[in-house]
């Protein structure tokens, strides 16, 4: 199966439209239409991007067949790679949150916030 074939699948199935891709990911709806269409092969990051705003294991999008494909060893089956942000519910809605804020801000409000935590992830070790 094409990926994008495969993303279009993920995405009718949840009952997204490209707008909402467009929100969870910050991509624009216009390269999403090109990805699903096949006029444009995303990067590896975009993929993670896409994972991310379905929901799934960014593996999910890579496999061809009509049975999704077993988790690979170690991973949970139905974890999702947007669970490894955050060891529980609480912390990965939190750090959702910040994200979601922080792709809100101004580029000077986000560098003063990052440049902030990077202090205080100096001071702490």
């Not at 199935?13 to 092969?41: A, F, M, P, W």
């Not at 705003?53 to 999008?61: F, G, K, N, S």
Request: glycine content about 8%; proline content about 5%.
């Amino acid at each position: 199966m094409v990926i994008a074939d495969r993303l279009r699948e993920l995405r009718e199935s949840k009952d997204l439209s490209q707008g909402d891709i467009e929100k969870r990911t910050g991509l624009l709806r216009c390269y999403v239409s090109r990805v699903e269409n096949g006029h444009t092969i995303p990067a590896i990051e975009t993929l993670e991007k896409f994972a991310r705003a379905l929901e799934v294991p960014v593996y999910q999008l890579l496999y061809d067949g009509e049975e999704p494909p077993k988790a690979p060893p170690g991973e949970k089956q139905g974890k999702s790679d947007s669970a490894l942000f955050g060891n529980n519910r609480k912390e990965h809605a939190y750090v959702a949150n910040v994200c979601k804020a922080l792709g809100q801000a101004d580029a000077g409000s986000r560098k003063l916030v990052l440049s902030l935590a990077e202090g205080l992830a100096k001071k702490r070790k």
